[in-house]
């Protein structure tokens, strides 16, 4: 196990019924915050007037930024930073799933800062500073509400990028799983492969076996798994709701990859360009990309494929196989779970007749840089999206 720094400076309030603490818990963050959030989902299920109220009993004063979109936008994350400072916001409160906590992140860090805010996201600027944000999650998928990380879409160059930084994780979070009773099964099920993907990322690159941080993995993505399957038999399932609520918020908070040798997000990397530059929801584009990933690099990553059916897939009978043919059948098996789910497993199936891929090549190159993944060539990242189709 290789060296490491963990932190979690996020304090978790989780159950039903959470948010009547909402405007005590607030009220130690200041007078005055910005309210974000999506579209109309929050006010159609009422949780918009619920938090309102909290923060009315409270005297918070608050301004309203809705209007999120499910891949956050630049152009509207640098409108809210300077809503927060006319407003002179004490804090943010982001009610939503990842893209809103996401956008606060960012707006967080523009309202502290000078720089452009995309300089951050370039890494032209760097920043230590940001607003205070609550979460209220709404959607889990992204370990947003748990982690210090924000991923931005440049509305001009359709580039998507991220930051990360101790400052912007969310003080506190609301994890409240009857909030998420109402979610289409379809959508839950992208969270899922959302979710799945964060722990999936460290196993499969991890070049040796880490018997604490493998053994939690393999339990919080089997639970996860479960728990969408019990949701596809009864949609509020309250403890399934529960478990992929609390399994998003671990995924990718830092704790499962912490000292992992060789751990890498090559995944992310090439799907970014793909959400970035056709808007497709993020979970779709990580089922169409996974198996190609796989199935490219089985060579380098059989032997953790191998295992990733064995111990999370439940597939038998894989020792008996070569590990060419072995690394094959865990990927149509894994490829199986997203059709029978109700994700895509190719650009076909997402949408996508026609992919650029020297845009989706050059925007992967350039998050091998920003994000330091390395042993990639621009001909292997073009192979890749060619074995999506």
Not at 49 to 61: T, V
Not at 130 to 142: G, K, V
Not at 227 to 248: K, N, S, V
Not at 313 to 324: F, R, W, Y
Request: net charge negative; aromatic share 8%; hydrophobic share 45%.
């Amino acid at each position: 196990m290789r060296n490491f720094e963990w932190a979690t400076p996020t304090r978790v309030i989780f159950g039903t019924g959470i948010l009547e603490k909402l405007g005590k818990e607030a009220a130690g963050f200041g007078r005055r915050a910005l309210l974000v959030y999506g579209r109309q989902s929050i006010k159609l299920n009422g949780l918009y007037d619920r938090i309102c109220a909290q923060l009315s009993q409270a005297g918070i004063a608050w301004v309203d930024h809705g209007g999120v979109q499910p891949n956050p936008r630049l152009a509207h994350a640098i409108e809210g930073a300077q809503k927060a400072r006319q407003f002179q916001a004490d804090f943010i409160i982001a009610a939503g799933g990842g893209s809103v906590i996401d956008e606060s992140k960012a707006i967080a860090v523009g309202a502290c800062n000078d720089a452009p805010l995309w300089d951050y996201f370039t890494r032209k600027a760097v920043f230590s500073t940001a607003l205070p944000i609550i979460a209220i999650q709404t959607q889990p998928a992204t370990s947003s509400e748990l982690n210090g990380a924000a991923v931005i879409t440049n509305d001009e160059t359709k580039e998507k990028f991220s930051i990360r930084s101790l400052s912007i994780y969310p003080k506190l979070a609301f994890l409240d799983p009857s909030l998420t009773l109402d979610i289409p099964v379809r959508q839950t099920a992208y969270s899922c492969v959302d979710i799945l993907a964060h722990m999936m990322e460290g196993y499969l690159t991890a070049t040796k076996d880490n018997p604490i941080q493998d053994g939690m993995t393999e339990a919080v993505c089997r639970a996860v798994m479960d728990a969408m399957e019990r949701i596809l038999q009864e949609p509020h399932d309250i403890d399934a709701r529960a478990t992929i609520m609390w399994g998003g918020a671990i995924a990718w908070n830092g704790l499962l990859a912490a000292g992992v040798d060789g751990a890498s997000i090559p995944n992310h990397m090439l799907e970014h360009p793909l959400s970035g530059l056709y808007d497709i929801t993020h979970g779709a584009g990580l089922s169409i990309v996974f198996p190609a990933w796989m199935r490219y690099r089985a060579p380098v990553h059989g032997r953790r494929i191998i295992r990733f059916g064995t111990r999370i897939l439940g597939l038998g009978g894989l020792e008996q196989k070569s590990e060419a043919e072995a690394a094959a059948a865990v990927i149509d098996a894994l490829k199986a779970w997203y059709r029978h789910i109700g994700s895509p497993v190719s650009l076909w199936e997402a949408g996508i007749h026609e992919l650029d891929i020297e845009s989706c090549a050059d925007q992967a190159v350039a998050l091998c840089k920003l994000w330091g993944v390395s042993g990639y060539s621009r001909e292997e990242i073009v192979d890749m999206y060619r074995l999506m189709a």
